[in-house]
């Protein structure tokens, strides 16, 4: 197996970790506050319906719908890459750039801070354009 497609594989196994990390951390307030919006989740949890989300869902879920706009991508022209034979070097490093960018994208979303919410998504979208770059080298 070629380290391209070892680190392309490492870096989807973390990414889908990591947006599965999104979904408990979902769960984790509304159990904690017993705060649910559909009537059966709270009649499970022998509770009333909420008629909001928590602060904190609400922003989790605005972290999962911006990941859900950039990772497929990452997905697709990584696939890409590997299938090409992109240099290996700058393949990995954008691998891992868009990574730990979208890993960092979570936290400061999460968390509420700015800039480094922007920064953090920024740096992911040029790993993106420079996957594309890459391909499209490939193709050449």
């Not at 159990?31 to 928590?54: P, Q, V």
């Not at 090409?84 to 509420?112: C, I, K, Q, S």
Request: aromatic share 12%.
């Amino acid at each position: 197996m070629s380290e391209r497609l070892q680190v392309y594989a490492l870096c989807v196994l973390v990414l889908c970790l990591k947006m599965f990390a999104i979904s408990c951390y979902q769960g984790f307030f509304r159990i904690r506050a017993r705060a649910f919006i559909n009537r059966e989740d709270a009649a499970f949890f022998s509770c009333a319906a909420h008629a909001g989300e928590l602060p904190q869902v609400v922003r989790a879920s605005k972290a999962w719908a911006n990941d859900l706009e950039n990772i497929p991508l990452f997905f697709v022209l990584g696939g890409l890459c590997v299938v090409l034979g992109t240099p290996t070097g700058a393949t990995v490093a954008l691998f891992g750039g868009f990574t730990l960018a979208r890993m960092a994208h979570t936290l400061m979303y999460l968390g509420g801070w700015q800039p480094w919410r922007t920064l953090a998504y920024a740096v992911g979208m040029a790993c993106l354009f420079g996957l594309g770059g890459l391909v499209i080298c490939g193709l050449l």
